[in-house]
T-cell receptor
Framework: EPEVTQTPSHQVTQMGQEVILRCVPI?????FYWYRQILGQKVEFLVS????????KSEIFDDQFSVERPDGSNFTLKIRSTKLEDSAMYFC???????????FGPGTRLTVT | AQKVTQAQTEISVVEKEDVTLDCVYE???????LFWYKQPPSGELVFLIR??????QNEISGRYSWNFQKSTSSFNFTITASQVVDSAVYFC?????????????FGSGTKLNVKP
């Protein structure tokens, strides 16, 4: 069964550093999402992406965040200058056209020290 | 206002007990989807069920069952004869069709502890 993959599974970085979280959505999917889950809290929407542009972003998704689909298969989330409060699990998800089920990746645990 | 409310923060039961996890949602849309996910300690989100707003039929899958009631905007999840392996955090989620590219609204989760 096709699945969404994410790399790395765990990333440790120092405050102020840039990080790029990578996702490979399911190949025929057209809608892509990033969600964030701070430890012990609920999963929160960050951004949705369709047709090579952001379709919606939450208040959390400020200028420090950006997303890109650089090569037609990868979908990346970049945090330019990480803060301690960016420590969280980041989930990527994708959806096919005309369906309403999002397939979630296994997550990347980001730890900012 | 919260779109999805899971009022039970944590529940502890003894193995073989039945347990119900509550989920109340809020939406003005007539077409929407509801989901349950299980999050084990390893952190991934494991899909359990999807239900659309036009299908109020209750569903049973093994020891799991779901009770969807539009009249009370609830989508409750029952585990029959719980097992230690059921210990996890369970999230209810809502997706409003036709807007916002179907972003999910998650509840705050219910942590289920099943003791042997």
């Amino acid at each position: 069964e096709p699945e969404v993959t994410q790399t790395p599974s765990h990333q440790v970085t120092q405050m102020g550093q840039e990080v790029i979280l990578r996702c490979v959505p399911i190949s025929n999917h057209l809608y892509f999402y990033w969600y964030r889950q701070i430890l012990g809290q609920k999963v929160e929407f960050l951004v949705s992406f369709y047709n090579n542009e952001i379709s919606e972003k939450s208040e959390i998704f400020d200028d420090q965040f950006s997303v890109e689909r650089p090569d037609g298969s990868n979908f990346t989330l970049k945090i330019r200058s990480t803060k301690l409060e960016d420590s969280a699990m980041y989930f990527c998800a994708s959806t096919a056209w005309g369906t309403y089920e999002q397939y979630f990746g296994p997550g990347t645990r980001l730890t900012v020290t | 206002a919260q779109k999805v409310t899971q009022a039970q923060t944590e529940i502890s039961v003894v193995e073989k007990e039945d347990v119900t996890l509550d989920c109340v949602y809020e939406t003005r849309d007539t077409t929407y989807y509801l989901f349950w996910y299980k999050q084990p300690p390893s952190g991934e989100l494991v899909f359990l069920i999807r239900r659309n707003s036009f299908d109020e039929q209750n569903e049973i899958s093994g020891r799991y069952s779901w009770n969807f009631q539009k009249s009370t905007s609830s989508f409750n999840f029952t585990i029959t004869a719980s097992q230690v392996v059921d210990s996890a955090v369970y999230f209810c989620a809502l997706s409003e069709v036709g807007r916002n590219f179907n972003k999910f609204y998650f509840g705050s989760g219910t942590k289920l502890n099943v003791k042997p």
